[in-house]
Every structure is written in structure tokens, then in C-alpha cells.
């Protein structure tokens, strides 16, 4: 008999959510407006603290869209993004007809890399006469990156910064939560995330007028008038109040899942201790608090004796998801044309990394059956 499908990290109801979705029916409050959208953007609101304003979006793509159109981005504009990240971090800035400036990673947490950014701004500056207009940092399976020196760079050329924190929501650098480090940050809902409203995202905001403007984007741009007039390009972006009541009961167990996927990591990380050529993504020091999302490892194949592959695939015999690194833009043919400043870390990263199960639901059971086919590959 075949084992029971391990995922790499499936949604996870709290019970809560049928309350706040049969509200919105008995109400009649289905649209992309109401109580539970309301509610849930409060919600986030007193979880990530900082004086933050929150709008709830349908993705977290949509919130990096309008954190650029907040930001007047423009054809002919250049944006820096992190490179080793998933392409929704840079689709965006196509979007607005600009040109994505591609930045490698730093070993210790995976995230862009602040020499490079320093080398892409300086070498934008002399090949265009103009500096970027927007950067794009990730904190990548729910790692926080290098913030200070990045924030320090970005205030030295008044470059402001949007945080792509959708996998970060819980995640922490110096106390402070991610997302409310930059001057915007993206957070994504999607089914495989921390918490999910199906599908949404939200854009967190640092004052009420630029919430109140980024709704006025989300929703059309429809102007102040008893007809429907239009003098801006809007978007039709918001959250729906159906969603947004799954959002309101998933906020009642977040803390719970983020120690769980901290669990799973404890778990990997004592099982893989002893294991040569078998490294797990870690916090570098107490700076960082990553929510691991997604708990990751590197497979050094001289000492392992056996490849990322052969891992990924041994598992997948075993009935368990797994899945490699997010492969770098810079070397997706999407963007082969955008300038890229680094040398190979996130390269290498994809070359030999991999995701492994990691959701909240997983159970002691499921972790052992994951390194099991690990051990199973060191006898071979």
C-alpha cells in the first residue's frame, strides 16, 4: 500500500474561518469590501506594529505592482531586485514598462547581496546618468536579509526600498518585523504560505494617505463623481470580503503555525547535524528570526555522495514533494536582456540546494519518513 502523500507545505485551517465566511454570506457582504477586509487589514495591522497602514490585495504580486505605481515608476525607469527569488518580484517592474537590474546573493542568509547592490547603483549611475528608482529586497523562504547595510545603502542615494516580504510574514530582523522595514512591503496569502486567504496578498503602507491612495489604485481609480470617471490607470486589485474572513480566522493561528514550521526546522536541523554534506539554511546569528517557511538545505555531492537530484528524486519515490531552489532571473530567458551585478552564489545556491516538507500540519511521523530516504541514500 502506498504511503500517504508529504507535501512541501499545504494550507492549514484554524477552524475559525467558516465564522467569519458565514458572516459575509449572512450579511451579504461578498464584494472586495466589508467588515472582514476592514478587520483583516486591522488585524495585520496590530501583528506587525510599527504605526503600519495595511491594504488587502488579491495577490502579493498586486501589492508589489502598486508599491511601484505609488513610487511613479516609469517606462525607461530601472528598478534593482534581488536575483534569486521567485519571478514575482520582478514581474512588476515590466509591468511599468521598466527595466529589472538583477542582483546576486550573500552566502549567510541567501538575500541580495549589499556589496553588489552598492557595485549595481554606482555602475547604473555611470552607465545611464541616472540612478535606479526603486529596490527590491526579499527575505527568501522567510530569512530576513542584510537590512541595516541595505537601508544604509538606500539611504546614502535616497533610493527608497520595497521590501518583498511574502514569505516573511512573522519573520523578524532586530525585533522588528518584516515587511515594515522599507518604505512599502508586499505580504502573499497564497495556499502555500505561512497563512492563507486562498489566494491575496496586502500591501503594508506607511501612513494612512498612502493606504487610503494605494485603495484608490486597487479599485479602479475611479475619481469622486456620481458617473464613472477616470484620470489615472487603476487596477482591480482588492481583496475580497469572502477572502478576507479566511484571512481573519488564519490571524487566530499564526503564532501557532510560525512555531510549528520553527519546529520543523529544529527537527531537520538536529536530524541533519551529523550527516556529511548536508547543510540547513540557518538563522546567521541573532539578528534574524526567520518564521522557515520553508526549511532548506544545501547537498554538497563530494561529501554527501549523492546530488540535489538524486535527493529530489528519492523522495518523490517515497511519495514525498520536494523542490529545488528558486532558479536565479537573471538566468531565466525572460530576462536575459536586464543587467545582472554579482558572481555566483545564487548560482551555485540553485545548483545545490532544495526544499524540503515543512508545512504545519506535518507530523513527527512525516519528518522521520523525510529523513529516512536521506539515510537511505548514505547506505547506498
Given amino acids: 500500500m502506498e504511503k500517504k502523500r508529504i507535501w512541501l507545505s499545504l494550507a492549514q485551517m484554524g477552524g475559525e474561518e467558516q465564522r467569519f465566511i458565514k458572516e459575509a454570506f449572512d450579511t451579504n457582504w461578498v464584494v472586495p469590501l466589508g467588515p472582514n477586509v476592514t478587520g483583516f487589514e486591522k488585524d495585520l495591522e496590530n501583528f506587525l506594529g510599527e504605526g503600519k497602514r495595511v491594504t488587502a490585495l488579491s495577490a502579493g504580486t498586486a501589492a508589489l505592482h502598486l508599491a511601484l505605481v505609488m513610487l511613479g515608476i516609469k517606462a525607461g525607469d530601472e528598478v534593482i531586485c534581488q536575483s534569486f527569488t521567485f519571478s514575482a518580484s520582478a514581474n512588476p517592474i515590466v509591468y511599468q514598462g521598466a527595466t529589472p537590474i538583477f542582483v546576486d546573493s550573500e552566502a549567510e542568509t541567501w538575500n541580495m547581496s549589499p556589496e553588489f547592490l552598492c557595485e549595481a547603483i554606482e555602475d547604473r549611475i555611470k552607465q545611464t546618468g541616472k540612478k535606479p528608482k526603486a529596490i527590491i529586497p526579499v527575505h527568501l523562504y522567510g530569512m530576513p536579509a542584510q537590512m541595516d547595510e541595505i537601508i544604509e545603502i538606500a539611504s546614502h542615494y535616497e533610493i527608497p526600498i520595497v521590501e518583498d516580504a511574502a514569505e516573511a510574514i512573522g519573520s523578524e530582523y532586530k525585533g522588528r518585523k518584516c515587511g515594515t522595514l522599507g518604505l512599502y512591503g508586499a505580504l502573499s496569502f497564497n495556499g502555500n504560505k505561512m497563512i492563507t486567504t486562498s489566494g491575496g496578498g496586502a500591501l503594508v503602507c506607511p501612513s494612512s494617505e498612502a493606504a487610503q491612495r494605494v485603495v484608490f489604485f486597487a479599485t479602479q481609480a475611479r475619481d469622486v463623481a456620481p458617473h464613472y470617471q477616470h484620470s489615472h490607470i487603476g487596477y482591480n486589485y482588492r481583496l475580497s470580503n469572502i477572502s478576507a474572513g479566511i484571512g481573519r480566522g488564519q490571524m487566530l493561528v499564526l503564532e501557532e503555525h510560525i512555531a510549528r514550521r520553527r519546529a520543523n526546522h529544529a ?36 561529501e554527501a555522495g549523492f546530488s540535489r537530484e538524486e535527493a529530489r528524486l528519492a523522495l518523490e ?22 543587467p545582472y551585478y554579482g558572481k555566483h552564489v545564487c548560482e551555485e545556491l540553485f545548483n545545490l540546494g532544495l526544499c524540503l516538507p515543512s508545512g504545519s500540519s506535518l507530523t513527527e511521523e512525516d519528518l522521520v519518513r523525510v529523513i529516512d530516504v536521506f539515510k537511505s541514500l548514505q547506505n547506498l
Fill in 267 to 302: 527537527f531537520y536541523q538536529k536530524a541533519f547535524k551529523d550527516m556529511p554534506g548536508v547543510m540547513v539554511h540557518n538563522n546567521p546569528n541573532d539578528v534574524f528570526n526567520s518564521n522557515f517557511w520553508l526549511t532548506c538545505i544545501v547537498i554538497n555531492p563530494s
Fill in 317 to 338: 519515490d517515497a511519495n514525498i514533494e520536494s523542490r529545488p531552489l528558486w532558479k536565479p532571473m537573471h538566468l531565466q530567458p525572460v530576462f536575459a536582456a536586464s
